[in-house]
Nanobody, 121 residues
């Protein structure tokens, strides 16, 4: 059974930094797509950063220049380095991945349970 587990959230002051991690576990053949999303109170879930089919990273305009997506394929792990944090970055952050398991040629989308990031002013 495939699981995504986030870690690294917490409380940080305006201008601070956090690094989120998301580890995929289970019987995994390959991870086709990975990304981070967030949902602030009373708002819809939105894209933060995600891989594209061309291999580049797509960032939300609101985080460009402040957040950096990275991945360690050997460990099936992705990261989100968040710098210059603002109160408007406060949200639950979710990792997302499209994963193939052995014998599966199409894949399935998985979500983590989320990690809370709170930025105080």
């Amino acid at each position: 059974q495939v699981q995504l587990v986030e870690s690294g959230g917490g409380l940080v002051q305006l201008g601070g930094s956090l690094r989120l991690s998301c580890a995929a576990s289970g019987s995994i053949s390959s991870i086709v797509h990975m990304g981070w999303y967030r949902q602030a109170p009373g708002k819809q879930r939105e894209l933060v950063a995600a891989t594209t089919s061309s291999g580049t990273i797509n960032y939300a305009d609101s985080v460009k220049g402040r957040f950096t997506f990275s991945r360690d394929d050997a460990k099936n792990t992705m990261f989100l380095q968040m710098n210059s944090l603002k109160p408007e970055d406060t949200a639950v952050y979710y990792c997302n991945a499209w994963i193939l398991v052995p014998g599966d040629y199409y894949g399935e989308e998985y979500w983590g349970k989320g990690t809370l990031v709170t930025v105080s002013s």
